[in-house]
Every structure is written in structure tokens, then in C-alpha cells.
């Protein structure tokens, strides 16, 4: 799938904290998520475009990265989203472009991670950018 224009960098969607996964297949995981947030990324379907099963692809984001396969997209999509919204696109927008099912699903990761909604965040983020900087 080629890149959606419009769709933020993937160093601005980087959810990993450490170095790399020393797992080739997470590293193709890696890759691959981070530069197309929107696909399909079921377990199913990860374990299949890696040739690995689903459990041994679920123990080896437990192992490496601490997490689940569903966790790790949905962090990377929740960057993808924080930069789209940061960039101005609607809410509604920003959950279709960066994969979430629906403006709910959105919401509710955004509720769960920072306590307030996609709306929030956009106009809290849109009255910092345009106070003039204090030095």
C-alpha cells in the first residue's frame, strides 16, 4: 500500500522507547506498521504476512517489547493521530487516515492515554501554537 499523502513521517509515530526489536519478524512488524498505519493488522493477519504462528508472534511482543501485537498498533496509530490532529485534519479525518475504525475508537484511546478527547487535544495544541513565545 503506498503512503497517504498528507499522513505525518514515521519519526513522528515511533512508539518505541529502547532499541530495536532483536527479532527479525518484529522488526519487519515494525517497519511495516510504522509506515502504513492504516492497514490490517489483526493477529491473524501479522502472523500471516510473517509466516509465524499467532502465539509465538503474541510471546515474542511480550518478550521483546512488553506488549501485545493489538497494543503496539494501536500505539502507532494513536502517534499517527496526535500528528494529524496537530496538522489541522478533523477529528473524523485523523481516524480514518491513521486506521482507527471509527472517530470512537479514537476517542476512546485518546480518553484512555490523556484523559481528554481528540477535539480537546486539537484546540489545546491549535491556542499553544498560536501564543507567541515568551523568552
Do not use: C, W
Amino acid at each position: 500500500m503506498t503512503s497517504t499523502p498528507g499522513l505525518p513521517s514515521p519519526q513522528f509515530s515511533a512508539p518505541l522507547k529502547g532499541p530495536p526489536p532483536r527479532s527479525p519478524a518484529l522488526r519487519r512488524v515494525v517497519d511495516l506498521v510504522t509506515s502504513d498505519p492504516a492497514g490490517d493488522y489483526s493477529l491473524a493477519e501479522l502472523a500471516r504476512r510473517l509466516n509465524v504462528s499467532t502465539r509465538h508472534l503474541t510471546r515474542l511482543f511480550r518478550e521483546e517489547l512488553g506488549t501485545t501485537p493489538a497494543r503496539y498498533v494501536e500505539s502507532i496509530r494513536f502517534g499517527v493521530a496526535k500528528s494529524l490532529l496537530d496538522q489541522g485534519h478533523t477529528a473524523t479525518q485523523t481516524a480514518a487516515m491513521s486506521g482507527f475504525p471509527s472517530y470512537e475508537s479514537l476517542r476512546r484511546v485518546f480518553t484512555r492515554e490523556l484523559a481528554i478527547s481528540p477535539a480537546a487535544y486539537q484546540r489545546r495544541f491549535a491556542t499553544a501554537r498560536r501564543e507567541p513565545s515568551e523568552g
